[in-house]
């Protein structure tokens, strides 16, 4: 078993989104162990990488990963950890179960399901307040400049961190970069625009209270020969429909290893 990531260089994360069914997750999440278990980079924990499955999925998701030097999380969380809600699943249970990660406001929790940046920070409170990192997707809605959209995920950046850390210390954050307009389309936003605002939202998201070893990742429609094209300041990827065939997660996973080798070469 190898020890948890403390300063991860990269980061790949997975969403099943409501894809699979458990069986079909829990055998996902075996073919991901494997890989992640002979992955020097996943080993050594320079990449940290991470699926979150459909919730029912959670606890056998983490059991499978964990050994293997992943982890596993929640695709949502609700803002209170116990009480009279009904149907809805809190902080505390998502890390009883042994998730570690709790993604907060995905284009489609904030369009299907009318999230917004009040719940969305109380959200990212409930996350850091039971010590799951929060994967926080921002983007923008329509392709435009790329300081179009750096100004508008930049104050949903400050929307969400501004209203958790008044409830609750913050914590290390995984900023999800997800153009909405990228999200479940043939390809990627180019890697010039991608690598364009994220540059600007790392740096915005790296100089606030407490996020100094937060990072910035990107989603949508990203699959295997993007990374290799991104500036650094775009920590990994967010991965959606092109991670779902194992062998592509590892192709990924070995262009992430080799851009690191390739980063420190030339540092
Ligand atoms: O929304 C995404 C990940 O959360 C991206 O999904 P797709 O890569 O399938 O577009």
């Given at each position: 078993m190898s020890l948890p990531a403390k300063n991860p260089q990269a980061i790949i994360g997975v969403s099943l989104k409501m894809y699979f069914g458990y069986a079909r997750s829990v055998d996902y999440c075996r073919d991901v162990a494997s890989i992640a278990f002979a992955h020097p980079a996943v080993q050594s924990g320079d990449i940290e990488l991470f699926v979150l499955p459909v919730l029912p999925a959670l606890p056998e998701a983490a059991r499978i990963l964990g050994p293997a030097g992943a982890a596993a999380g929640a695709q949502d969380i609700f803002w209170?950890?116990?009480?009279?809600?009904?149907?809805e699943v809190g902080g505390r249970t998502i890390a009883e179960l042994g998730g570690r990660y709790a993604e907060v406001g995905h284009a489609e929790r904030r369009r299907i399901?009318?999230?917004d940046d009040r719940t969305i920070g109380l959200k990212t409170a409930a996350a850091y307040r039971n010590g799951l990192t929060p994967v926080l997707c921002v983007g923008e809605l329509q392709q435009g400049s790329v300081e179009e959209a750096v100004a508008q995920c930049t104050a949903e950046i400050d929307a969400a961190l501004n209203r958790a850390s008044s409830l609750a210390p913050a914590g290390r954050t995984i900023v999800a970069y997800e153009p909405q307009w990228a999200i479940g389309a043939p390809e990627p936003a180019t890697p010039e625009y991608i690598s364009a605002v994220t540059t600007g939202l790392d740096a915005h998201l790296r100089s606030l209270p407490g996020q100094d070893t937060s990072r910035v990742i990107y989603g949508g429609s990203a699959g295997p020969g993007l990374i290799t094209q991104l500036?650094?300041?775009?920590?990994g990827l967010f991965l959606g429909r092109f991670a779902h065939d194992p062998k592509a997660l590892k192709t990924i996973l070995d262009e992430t290893a080799a851009r690191l080798e390739t980063a420190e070469v030339a540092a």
């Open positions: 209170e950890d116990e009480g009279a809600y009904t149907g399901f009318g999230e500036d650094p300041a775009v920590a």
